[in-house]
C-alpha cells in the first residue's frame, strides 16, 4: 500500500510563498506521475498540480503561473512550490499517485490570511 506524509503547510499572508512536500512509501508499481489536490472547508477535494515520469506538468487554472511541481525520484518526494498566494488558496493539501493510490495521506493545512 502507498503512503503519503505531506508536510510544509502553515500560515502565510496573501502574496506569500509555501512549499509543500510529500513523501511517498510503498509500492511505486505502474506509477505513471504524482498529483496534488486540495480541499476548502465545505468544498469537495480539486486537482491542483500533476507531474508525470516524464516530466511532463499540468496545472489547474485557478493555479497556473502561480504553482510549481516538482518530484525528486531519488529521495520519493513530490514538492509543491507555491507563490503568489491568495485566501482561495486556503485548504487541506493532499498528494496521491498517478493512477490513484486507492488512499489518502493526512494532509498539509495551507492558510492564506492577513
Known amino acids: 500500500q502507498v503512503q503519503f506524509v505531506e508536510s510544509g503547510g502553515g500560515l502565510v499572508q496573501p502574496g506569500g510563498s509555501l512549499r509543500l512536500s510529500c513523501a511517498v512509501s510503498g509500492s511505486r508499481f505502474n506509477i505513471a506521475g504524482g498529483r496534488w489536490y486540495r480541499q476548502a472547508l465545505d468544498k469537495q477535494r480539486e486537482f491542483v498540480a500533476q507531474i508525470l515520469n516524464s516530466g511532463s506538468t499540468n496545472y489547474a487554472d485557478s493555479v497556473k503561473g502561480r504553482f510549481t511541481i516538482a518530484r525528486d525520484n531519488a529521495k520519493n518526494t513530490v514538492y509543491l512550490q507555491m507563490n503568489s498566494l491568495k485566501p482561495e488558496d486556503t485548504a487541506v493539501y493532499y498528494c496521491?499517485?498517478?493512477?490513484?493510490?486507492?488512499?489518502w495521506g493526512q494532509g498539509t493545512q495551507v492558510t492564506v490570511s492577513s
Open positions: 496521491n499517485t498517478l493512477p490513484f493510490s486507492g488512499s
